[in-house]
Structure formats: C-alpha cells, structure tokens
C-alpha cells in the first residue's frame, strides 16, 4: 500500500515522497524520495530512522572511513534524503545540493538537521575549495538524465583530485549495467587519468545487463576492503573506455 506525502515539480526535476508498506521485498513502513526516473533516490525506515536501508550508503561509508580512518572534511555533491550527511555528522562536511526543494524535503520529511547543505552546483562549489584540504569526495547526484555529465568528465576529475588530500578517497554512485557498460568502462578510464587507483564496484543482478547500483571509487594512494563489508557490492574490471572531456558549446 503507497501513500503519497508529496508530488511536485521544481526547476531540475519531478519529485515525490511516498510512504509504503513494502520496499525490496520487505515489510514495514517506509518513506522513500522518488525522481521522475521511478529510481529511488532515498529511503528511511520510519520505526528505524537511523538504519540505512540501502546499499550503496552503507557501502560508501565503509569504504570511506576504511581507507581515511582519521575522516576530517567531507564534501558531498547531491543532498538527497540526507542519509550520508547524516551518518557523516561527526567529521565536518559540506554538500552540494542544487535544487532548493531536494533540501527542504530532507529535513521536512526525512528528518535532516545538519546545517552544512549549501545551494549551487557541485561542480562550482568544489572548484572555489582550496587544493588538499577534503578527505573524502563523494558524487550522488542525480537528474531525470542519470548523472550530470559535467560531474563526470575528464576536466571535474581534475578539480576533485586536486582537492584531496594525499590519501583521500572520490566516491561515485552511479547506475550502470555492469562490466560490460561502455559508459561505466570511459568513467573509469577518465579517473584512472589522474587517480593512482582506481576499483568499480557494482550490486549483481538476475540478468548481467540489468542496471543496477555501481559504486567507482578513486584514491592517490591502494585503495583496500573486505568484502563482507560492502553491503552486497562486488568488484568488477570493466575494460578499457574512452576518455570523457567537457562539452563545448
């Protein structure tokens, strides 16, 4: 059974906020954030709010605080429902959220009460930073397109690597179709131009050209894990890809 809490549409996407009584196969009850690609961009358990119900959060946060033990500055492009702001409240973060309506209905419906959400492009945003001062740098933004193609080129890459420290981690959620996905395989290509190392991570699926979650991460330094602590994510070695550089108009 759905209800829905919310139906609008603001200047970068269609936006609802639905609660259910099933979600992945599970009962209970659930708030969920929903662009118009039907894809869900969050999700909170309402007799658990502090639980993280999907992957790919629970995932990120492992890899992060694995490869950086000492976590001081986080920034982070795309608000959602708030779950990584929120489970990142002891380091000090600052996010990205480009549309003013995603803010508000992470704190009005999911409960966020940072005050670290700044309204702008990420992209803009990161770019006035100064150089080695973030020691985790994570990409969750989404548009009725999937990811914004600025947030994923050659000339970003550069930008974000630039302001890593020397052991930061750049993660990036994205949907892809696996190993095999070209568009994955010139997204990893692109990062290995300016990351030491670079690993892909995708949730498996019935069907292998299904799309799916798929985490890249990209650090100066190994990049190490134990894979009992991903939340499901395996590595894969997509092959090599094209390189992907800004538009121009």
Known sequence: MRRLLLHERSRY???????????YGERGLFRVLQFASEAVQG???MNQPARIILEYPRAMLYLLRQHVPALGRVFMIGQGAGTLASHLK?????????????AEISRTYFGYSGD???????RYLLEQENPGIFDG????????????????????FQ?????????????LNVFGRGADDTWVAALTSTLREVMTCVRVFTLPTDQPHDQRNMMIVG??????????HTAGFEEIKPRAGYLIHDRTS
């Open 159 to 171: 930008i974000a690597a630039e302001r890593l420290s020397p052991e930061g981690l750049l993660l």
């Open 219 to 228: 650090s100066h330094k190994p990049i190490t894990y134990q894979t009992h």
């Open 43 to 45: 999700a909170m358990d």
């Open 116 to 122: 670290s959400v700044r309204i702008g492009d990420g």
């Open 90 to 102: 002891d380091v000090r973060i600052m996010v990205a959220e480009i549309d003013p309506l995603v």
């Open 137 to 156: 740098i994570i990409v969750d933004a989404f548009s009725e397109q999937g990811t914004p193609s600025h947030l994923t080129s050659l000339g970003f």
């Open 13 to 23: 996407s269609e936006i609802s906020v639905y609660e259910t009584d099933e979600l």
